[in-house]
């Protein structure tokens, strides 16, 4: 893989996970907004709705930077347990499970997403938005992170260790700090 193309893909997922912290921010004002606001007897017309578009688009354009940062949950019970091409073999296995289900989920978010453009879906709400809009963030994060399996799924394949794989611990100090930072 060229460098340009790693660049592109490293900045991708960031630049994902920033947008992800944008909704997260957009959330906060949003309820502090109508919490605020109540008692004051200020409105937000479709605050609710406004929430869970960006709750929708936090979650799912967090993903590919959560995978590949190493912080998306795994259960590791089993594939740590084992070692050497063993190790390799079942890491392969679960990317490709992964890849697979990410993909079908893609395809479905996507195909959604363009109907509701094709169609001209609008909210039901009190605010009528094109749903296509709020979809992009569910149907792109899912995109994105079916990037970030390929690409990890072919990282793995030429024999390198996976890249969202932490280095074990080896002393009690970097077993809390991994412990804290994972907020376990």
């Not at 912290?21 to 109540?38: D, E, N």
């Not at 989920?105 to 909210?123: G, V």
Request: proline share 5%; charged share 15%.
């Amino acid at each position: 893989m060229s460098v340009m193309m790693r660049v592109f893909l490293d900045r991708l997922y960031l630049y994902a996970g920033y947008a992800a912290g944008v909704f997260l921010l957009a959330i906060f004002v949003l309820m502090m907004g109508l919490s605020a606001g109540r008692p004051l007897g200020i409105n937000i017309p479709a605050g609710d709705d406004l929430v869970s578009w960006c709750m929708a688009a936090t979650s799912f354009l967090g993903l590919a930077h959560t995978f590949r940062s190493g912080d998306m949950i795994r259960v590791g019970l089993l594939i740590d347990r084992l070692s050497g091409r063993t190790r390799h073999i079942v890491e392969l296995v679960a990317l490709v499970v992964g890849t697979f289900f990410v993909g079908f989920f893609a395809w479905y978010a996507s195909r959604l997403t363009y109907e509701s453009f094709i169609f001209h879906d609008i909210a039901q709400g009190v605010l009528p938005v094109p749903l296509w809009i709020p979809q992009l963030g569910y149907s792109g994060g899912l995109v994105i992170l079916l990037i970030a399996f390929v690409d990890e799924l072919i990282h793995v394949l030429r024999g390198n260790p996976p890249r969202y794989e932490k280095p074990k611990p080896t002393t009690a100090e970097e077993a809390i700090e991994q412990a804290i930072q994972s907020a376990v």
